[in-house]
């Protein structure tokens, strides 16, 4: 049966700037923590680098004709810091802003909404030389920033989210050291996180103050933990999971504070938070992004690994279980948090190889869109207020570490003529949009989605293969 979206229901294609520019020494840009690391041997796949990528910062108006021609209703677009402010803080740069400034214009001119991410990973350099998010001045500054940006695009952006994904920032670049700046440093991580959120807090007040008709939000990438089995252990690891990437970020952001058992595991002592952070981390805020990609099946470090089961889940190329209803699960589990708060799925998507023959063919994407579409629906119908859908990702794009090897696109890119092939799933995308109706696929049976949280159980004897989204 064909399903429709409520009214206004917004459907879009998410990118960001690190990902899609290229253009990494033009008109002014300071140095990013990512063309640091980048451009350190060994720290990306094959030494690849977002020097180039998708050269989108010459080629938007190409990108932007797309979003039109689809008729996406939406494009989620993320801000360079040091493209604006080349040190970090300090001067800005006219020729930064200028190009964010053309790109919103053009995007209004042709009927998609733009909406703005201030921070997709790419911190200035001079910051980090100077401590990084580990240190409080690092967030003091991301609020001038935030200003400038909300000054000068806030007038016509409907919707600006400060920070995207901090557990990966914290973790991901600091604790592990997978990600710029390439830290290993699980004390430097604590502090960084805390500092994200302070950092979040700050802007709130500095765009609510430059650009009072913009929304303001923050987006977190969440997925469900399940215990791979009933025994006590599995349950404890899988609660344990859930505290730390389900509930670090978004507690606080709610005004619950940071949840206690976690932080004890992890033995911070808090040392960096301040009189009055928890209550400017929990100013209001006007929507909420959700990032879902997967589940994560968790396995106590305690217990001996499973062998490989008969029957594998369904797994996309980056190793993530494709797992629909794990979107309507992390959904109710925020709205349990948020209440009435309009939430975004913000990313989702699937990486898969290029169609050797027909670039433009990619029916598992497409039918990974389609199931997590309907799982979208299926959270409205109970219940939870979402608004908005965002597909990852517009184009193929530099995905982090793993360089140029996994196309998430809804738009095939070829690197070497730059290219641009609409996919299937783009059609598809567009389609949905246009019509603000998702047609019947096919049914899938044993799509029921369970509770989240510590009593949540997995198919038992399913072991985790690779790591979940979180640890892209
Ligand atoms: O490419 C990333 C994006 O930058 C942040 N969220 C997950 C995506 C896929 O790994």
Redesign the pocket.
Same mark, same amino acid.
């Given at each position: 049966m064909d399903r429709r979206f409520p009214t206004g229901f917004v459907i879009g294609a998410a990118t960001?700037a690190y990902?899609i520019e290229g253009a990494a020494a033009a008109d002014g840009r300071g140095e990013s923590i990512w063309d640091r690391f980048s451009h350190t041997p060994g720290r990306v796949a094959r030494d690849q680098t977002g020097d180039v990528a998708c050269d989108h910062y010459h080629r938007f108006p190409e990108d932007v004709g797309i979003l039109a021609e689809l008729g996406l209703d939406a494009y989620r677009f993320s801000v360079a810091w040091p493209r604006v402010i080349p040190a970090g803080s300090g001067p800005v740069n006219g020729a930064g802003l200028d190009f964010y400034d053309r790109l919103v214009d053009l995007l209004l001119e042709r009927g998609v909404s733009p909406q703005l991410t201030l921070y997709? !990973?790419d911190l200035p350099q001079a910051l980090e030389d100077a401590g990084g998010w580990p240190v409080r001045a690092t967030a003091e500054a991301f609020a001038e920033y935030a200003g400038v940006v909300a000054r000068r695009l806030g007038d016509r952006v409907r919707q600006i989210a400060t920070i995207?994904?901090p557990f990966?920032v914290a973790d991901h670049g600091y604790g592990r050291g997978l990600h710029a700046p390439g830290r290993a440093e699980p004390a430097a991580a604590l502090a960084a996180g805390h500092h994200l959120l302070v950092a979040h807090g700050l802007a709130v007040a500095a765009i609510r103050a430059a650009a009072p008709r913009a929304a303001v939000g923050i987006v977190l990438?969440l997925a469900p933990q399940h215990p791979a089995t009933q025994h006590p252990l599995d349950l404890e690891a899988a609660a344990a999971g859930h505290e730390v990437l389900n509930r670090w970020y978004l507690d606080p952001i709610v005004g619950r504070g940071y949840p206690e058992e976690a932080v004890r595991r992890a033995g911070w002592r808090h040392r960096e938070i301040r009189d009055g952070d928890l209550a400017l981390i929990a100013a209001p805020i006007d929507f909420l992004g959700v990032?879902y990609?997967s589940r994560r099946v968790v396995r106590s470090p305690l217990l001996p690994a499973f062998d490989t089961p008969s029957v594998a889940p369904e797994r996309t190329a980056?190793g993530w279980e494709v797992h629909p209803a794990g979107l309507v699960e992390v959904l109710e589990f925020v709205r349990s948090r948020t209440g009435r708060l309009p939430l975004f799925v913000t +990313?989702n998507g699937a990486a898969y190889p290029a169609d050797s023959g027909d670039p433009s063919r990619d029916p598992e994407r497409l039918r990974y869109l389609h199931r997590h579409l309907e799982a979208a629906l299926t959270a409205i119908e109970r219940g939870v207020p979402l608004a908005g859908y965002f597909a !990852?990702?517009l184009l193929d794009n530099f +995905? !982090?570490a793993h360089g140029y090897d996994f196309r998430?696109g809804i738009v095939h890119v070829d690197f070497t003529t730059q290219q641009r092939t609409i996919r299937d799933s783009g059609r598809f995308l567009g389609s949905v949009a246009r019509g603000h109706l998702l047609p019947a696929l096919d049914a899938r049976p044993g799509e029921e989605a369970p509770e989240m949280g510590p009593r949540a159980s997995g198919p038992t004897g399913r072991p985790p293969r690779l790591p979940g989204?979180e640890a892209?």
């Open positions: 960001a990902q997709h !990973w995207n994904e990966v990438n990032n990609y980056m +990313e !990852w990702s +995905e !982090w998430f989204p892209a």
